[in-house]
């Protein structure tokens, strides 16, 4: 797994949690489509599982290139941009799950 904070996930990592609020969507990207969180930041947990293509995601001025067959995992609010690329005429697909992670003491 990829995370962008690996702060966020050694905090997931040594804790106790319940996750609630799931939900999982199955997407297909066409080429060039950007997705923005630049200005409205992320309210849940994203696992994005890329499946084919590649997405590059763009955080505080750094870009990270995520190609199929690889997870990433962005704390709730993060502010970023991804965009879609194709690979050899594969459209970017994925599998996209949002969810609260609630810390148990």
Do not use: W
Request: hydrophobic share 40%; proline share 2%; charged share 15%.
């Amino acid at each position: 797994m990829i995370s962008i904070f690996d702060q966020m996930m050694n905090e997931l990592a040594f804790s106790n949690f319940d996750i609630r609020n799931i939900e999982v969507h199955n997407l297909t990207f066409p080429n060039a489509c950007v997705t923005d969180y630049s200005k409205l930041a992320r309210k849940q947990h994203l696992l994005h599982l890329i499946l084919s293509g590649s997405r590059n995601y763009y955080i505080n001025g750094k870009e990270i290139k995520i190609e199929g067959q690889n997870v990433i995992f962005i704390p709730h609010g993060t502010s970023y941009v991804t965009i879609a690329q194709s690979i050899n005429e594969t459209k970017c697909t994925g599998i996209g799950i949002s969810f609260d992670a609630l810390l148990k003491n």
